[in-house]
């Protein structure tokens, strides 16, 4: 169990050009969970899957951000047409529903983007 | 929507000494989770401890207790015999237990630790 993956650890990117992240969540975890942190600020929910389905959305995940998780195994998040203020950590994270473990999300190190 | 505050945007502690972080948040709900995060500098955020609302007893791990006053909306972390590894960014988060799992986090405390 290596825990909780994402890619790139670092992403730059010019204005208006789209980017994706990828998040490898722990194995057997069926919870997955996309978050954004600006610096200075606790981290926002943005969205959450379980298994393949996107069960919710936060208003904060405009319409240049999606989401998937095909097959209910990785996630990948995009946004089309940057803007600055998309800078940030963007956190991903995974859960059980099941168990002792259960309700305990466990966090990815993030993929920080900077949009120049 | 859950609103969760951290009223120290800083804290300092020598090593091997005691400190409080504050938390309250704000809830109509009766049934809920709170946990406390930590962020150590460029690192992922581990679990440092968690609380069911239904539970009475102020949870404990290790070195690390909570002070939860469920009718006063508080939920304080108590570092004891602090080490320099404690050094950290910590979060404060809400659940609620029946209406979404998104976490609901505070602006955070940066916890400096000194020899």
């Known amino acids: 169990d290596t825990g909780v993956s994402q890619n790139p650890r670092h992403k730059i990117t010019k204005r208006g050009q789209n980017v994706t992240f990828r998040c490898d969540p722990i194995?057997?975890?069926?919870?997955l969970y996309w978050y954004r942190q600006t610096l200075g600020q606790g981290p926002e929910f943005l969205t959450y899957?379980?298994?393949?389905?996107?069960?919710?959305k936060s208003r904060l995940l405009s319409d240049r951000f999606s989401a998937e998780r095909p097959k209910g195994s990785f996630s990948t998040l995009e946004i089309q047409r940057t803007e600055q203020g998309d800078s940030a950590m963007y956190l991903c994270?995974?859960?059980?529903?099941?168990?002792?473990?259960?309700?305990?999300?466990?966090f990815g190190a993030g993929t920080r983007l900077s949009v120049l | 929507a859950q609103t969760v505050t951290q009223s120290q945007p800083e804290m300092s502690v020598q090593e091997a000494e005691t400190v409080t972080l504050s938390c309250t948040y704000d809830?109509?709900?009766?049934?809920?989770?709170l946990f406390w995060y930590k962020q150590p500098p460029s690192r992922q955020m581990i679990l440092v401890i968690r609380?069911?609302?239904?539970?009475?007893q102020n949870a404990t791990e290790n070195r690390f207790s909570v002070n939860f006053q469920k009718a006063a909306k508080s939920f304080s972390l108590k570092i004891s015999d602090s080490q320099l590894g404690d050094a950290a960014m910590y979060f404060c988060?809400?659940?609620?237990?029946?209406?979404?799992?998104?976490?609901?986090f505070g602006k955070g405390t940066s916890l400096l630790v000194t020899p």
């Open positions: 988060a809400y659940r609620s237990s029946d209406s979404g799992y998104a976490l609901n």
């Open positions: 609380q069911e609302a239904y539970k009475q």
């Open positions: 809830t109509s709900e009766s049934d809920y989770y």
């Open positions: 994270a995974s859960s059980l529903n099941q168990g002792i473990a259960k309700n305990i999300q466990y």
């Open positions: 899957f379980q298994n393949e389905a996107q069960l919710e």
């Open positions: 194995s057997e975890h069926n919870r």
